[in-house]
């Protein structure tokens, strides 16, 4: 049944345009033909799946995280660790596979580094969010197997504003007590220089969730504790707050010869971390336990178990970036236009400890011996883009070179400082053949990676340098069937190099539970994508739909031991395994603290993604507007070579929308319902299924002197579902949040 489905499924997604010369907001109920400027190779005509999210919809939506915002998007899924925490996967490609770009540049936090870490991309004052499925974004970064999202802004004007322009907006959220201010300037200072300033504040309390939704592994034990705090463990998830300042200023001046312009941005934040690996230090304390290893270690592992209890956990970031970008336009014989950018970044993102309220000062004492855990990443980037088209052809050369530096240092540091130098040639060709649009890219990626692994047993340090080349490509072709129809077909090879954790990871990593071993010997992946697409569109009725196998020879995994894991619980334990992982060398203590770790290897083995993505939707006259119907279906099973599944791969979603528009008036409501996860990769449970349904209406106020005020009213799972995304490593301990109502004013004069 499901082949039959899959074939007919093989009339694939949404063919779409970029053009750089009509810039035209998306809207986003009906993604079919776009045209929208490119903001990364500023090309002609581009044949993918792509998505193009207007500014608005971000402006008018709740404030969440860049994950969630995209989350209701055919083929795009979240993988949380908390309301502050939202990692973007597509198509079942998540980590680096999938890139976050701020205005065509990656951006260089530490997301890469830790589930708990969160993309560091501010959504207030942005133009637009671009989100490129497949291997065919290899045009933008390199190693995007699995796609791209790039967040676009305005701070650095390509076109002079049109005159002063002020916003001012406040908003609040019910299920975190959230209150946002925010402020933004863009004036033309002396009718030749572009002036853009920005703030953004907000703060997130903890947020509610349905009660029963938090599920303790203790459970499963009858632990009487566990009875004594469930009421207030079960009403809203601790340590989960949020809360970010944002700061960006930019200047620029235009003119038939191009534009050049620099700009300033400063992100810092604090959250906490709803969930610690060893928080729970007796999660898999049947495993382990018999009566001589309590014996042996039992003081040990209590109080290893107890020694979060009355702590908060959180981390606070700081990101600087200082950028440069222009385009001085040549036209001449062979180069049109080149243009330019710079980027300097310095980020740290610092984990720490910090004693509640209402404990005594021998715990105090306890807590003083955790120290901080800073994780750091300073990266220069810079970039050249060379246009050579001609009438006939669209091209484009690119040239791009990154230093980046990463560095974990403290407590928790479970990778030595590490090193990255890419430099890149690429090359964009588009053109129209009549019988059919040709777009075709190359990209070759010179990478070299340093850093080391230490050996836990004896202190010795060993030093890796992986020097590779990556040669990746992709052609798509697109035909016009009718005026309301057309199709395109698609072929991608990536091939993608470790990251640095998946190399030089060595150590407990308490995010995710797990003791994680990364190994400096990987291969690189290599993703063979085909795609095809059908797109249908008469004004009135649209329909779209896509089928896509993406082959990865050499696919990274985070593969737990669970077979190894499982021995440790009987005798043996406390004997020849005991001695086997250095039990002189570090003591007791070092093998509580990592008792209760599941051990995980980073492991190559070949791997098949294969996915569709279908939507219908019509649009109908009803009184003096338009009400639009739209339902759309995506699912990926992902499978290694030898018939496993892939860990932690989201479900088939059913999304159910509505969007009525009148005048100065828009209502929007989406029901997004989730299948069960019961295709699981090895360690893992299975998820249930959820239903989300949102909804939002929002009036657009006239006022005197040019001066408007837009009111919009949202509530987010109104039927306050127990939901969980089966992406995320604490889907049981942290589940989504519960029935949110909130309020949003926007002052614009």
């Known amino acids: 049944m499901k082949v039959s489905f899959y074939m007919l499924m093989a009339m694939s997604l949404t063919v779409t345009q970029i053009n750089a ?93 830790g589930v708990d870490h969160l993309n560091d991309v501010d959504l207030h004052d942005i133009e637009q969010i671009e989100i490129i499925k497949g291997p065919s974004s290899l045009l933008y970064a390199n190693g995007t197997i699995g796609g791209i999202i790039n967040v676009v ?58 009660y029963g939704a938090v599920v303790h592994e203790e459970e499963d034990h009858g632990d009487d504790d566990h009875d004594e705090h469930e009421e207030e463990a079960l009403s809203y998830v601790e340590n989960s707050d949020f809360a970010s300042e ?131 990443n300073d990266a220069t980037e810079y970039g050249a883009i060379f246009d050579l088209s001609s009438d006939s052809f669209t091209q484009k050369v690119a040239l791009n070179f990154v230093d980046e530096d990463s560095a974990i240092v403290g407590e928790e540091a479970f990778m030595n400082p590490a090193n990255s130098e890419e430099f890149t040639i690429g090359y964009f060709v588009s053109t129209d053949f009549d019988l059919f649009y040709l777009d075709a890219g190359f990209r070759l990626d010179q990478i070299e990676r340093t850093g080391s692994v230490t050996d836990e047993d004896h202190g010795d340090i060993d030093y890796y340098k992986v020097d590779d080349d990556t040669n990746s490509f992709a052609l798509t072709l697109g035909r016009d069937i009718s005026d309301s129809l057309d199709i395109s077909v698609g072929f991608a090879s990536v091939e993608r190099l470790p990251s640095v954790i998946e190399l030089f990871m060595n150590g407990p990593h308490m995010a995710t539970g797990r003791l994680e071993t990364g190994n400096p010997n990987l291969q690189s992946e290599t993703s063979d994508n085909f795609d095809i697409t059908l797109n249908f569109d008469n004004g ?137 996860q019961d295709e699981i990769g090895e360690g893992e449970t299975v998820t249930e299924s959820y239903q989300l349904l949102n909804a939002r209406l929002t009036k657009t106020y006239d006022l005197p002197g040019s001066a408007e005020l837009k009111v919009s009213i949202f509530g987010s799972n109104l039927q306050d579902e127990v939901a969980r995304n089966h992406s995320s490593f604490v889907k049981n301990e942290v589940p989504l949040a519960g029935r949110n109502y909130g309020a949003k004013f926007n002052y614009k004069f």
Request: charged share 30%; hydrophobic share 30%; glycine share 10%.
């Open 246 to 376: 944002a700061k960006q200023f930019g200047v620029s001046r235009t003119g038939e010869w191009g534009y050049f312009g620099m700009s300033y941005e400063n992100l810092e934040s604090l959250y906490g971390i709803p969930f610690h690996g060893d928080e729970h230090g007796d999660e898999h304390g049947d495993e382990h336990g018999d009566d001589d290893h309590d014996d042996e270690h039992g003081d040990d592992d209590d109080e290893h178990g107890d020694e979060h209890e009355g702590e908060r956990i959180f981390s606070t970031t700081d990101q600087t970036s200082y950028n440069l970008a222009g385009l001085y336009n040549i036209n001449g014989g062979l180069i049109n236009s080149i243009s330019y950018n710079w980027r300097d970044t310095e980020y740290s993102l610092t984990e720490g400890h910090a004693e509640e309220e209402g404990h005594d000062d021998h715990e105090e004492e306890e807590h003083e011996e955790h120290a901080p855990t800073v994780f750091t």
């Open 21 to 113: 010369d009509e810039p035209t907001p998306l809207d986003t109920e009906k993604v079919d033909e776009v045209v929208v400027t490119s903001s990364i190779l500023n090309t002609s005509r581009i044949l993918n799946p792509l998505y193009v999210i207007d500014g608005d919809e971000i402006k008018d939506d709740a404030t969440t995280s860049l994950g969630e915002a995209v989350d209701s998007y055919l083929g795009v899924s979240i993988a949380d660790y908390g309301a502050a925490v939202g990692q973007p996967s597509i198509r079942g490609m998540s980590g680096p596979r999938v890139k976050i770009l701020k205005n065509g540049m990656v951006n260089r936090d530490v997301s890469g580094l």
């Open 540 to 676: 009135n009725f649209y329909a779209s739909a896509s089928y896509y196998i993406n082959d990865v020879d050499n696919y990274i995994a985070l593969q737990d031991e669970l077979d190894d894991h499982d021995e440790h619980g009987d005798d043996d334990h406390g004997d020849d395994d005991h001695d086997e992982h250095g039990d002189d060398d570090h003591g007791d203590d070092d093998h509580a603290a990592h008792a209760n770790l599941i051990h995980a290897n980073y492991i190559q083995e070949d791997a098949e993604f294969k996915g569709y993505e279908f939507e219908i939707g019509t649009t109908v006259s009803l009184g003096s507007g338009d009400l639009t119907f739209s339902f759309g279906r995506d699912d990926v099973t992902a499978e290694f070579s030898d018939g496993h599944n892939v860990p932690r791969i989201n479900p088939a979603r059913n999304i159910y929308s509505l969007t009525y528009v009148e005048n100065d008036w828009v209502f929007k409501m989406s029901l997004k319902d989730v299948d069960e």
């Open 153 to 210: 802004n305005n701070t650095i004007a390509r076109e002079d504003f049109d005159g002063q322009e002020v916003n001012a907006g406040l908003e609040t959220q019910s299920a975190n007590d959230g209150d946002i201010q925010e402020f933004n300037y863009k004036n033309l200072l002396g009718g030749w220089l572009n002036f853009s300033l920005g703030y953004k504040n907000t703060e997130l309390g903890n947020f509610d969730i349905p």
